[in-house]
């Protein structure tokens, strides 16, 4: 089992920085691949950025490339989320999630959730 805790969010004007982070604790956070996912409302819950547990590789979707960054530090069991150039539509709950079985695209594919922080980016 693992638990997840995000913080980080806030409220930032567009063009701002904001750096996410996901505190992990329990067994085997190093095993795990982790995620984030976003979900604004009236929205669905929508895949940003994932990293691999054993290459450290990483995928995001089209709107946070370049502009994103996911890390993970095993050795602190923490995931972050580096967020610069933020625009409004980035505004949404985000969410880590851990240990994927099926595509990291796919909410549903990921075992672990945290409870979401907000993030807020006025225009």
């Known amino acids: 089992q693992v638990q997840l805790v995000e913080s980080g969010g806030g409220l930032v004007q567009a063009g701002n920085s904001l750096r996410l982070s996901c505190a992990a604790s329990?067994?085997?956070?190093?095993?795990?691949?982790v995620a984030w996912f976003r979900q604004a409302p009236r929205k669905a819950r929508e895949f940003v950025a994932a990293i691999n547990w054993n290459d450290f590789g990483t995928r995001y979707t089209e709107s946070a490339k370049g502009r994103f960054t996911i890390s993970k530090n095993n050795a602190v069991n923490t995931a972050s989320l580096q967020m610069n150039s933020l625009k409004p539509e980035d505004t949404a709950v985000y969410y880590c999630a851990a240990y994927s079985t099926g595509r990291a695209e796919w909410a549903e594919s990921w075992h672990y959730w945290g409870q979401g922080t907000q993030v807020t980016v006025s225009s």
């Open positions: 329990g067994t085997r956070f190093s095993d795990y691949s």
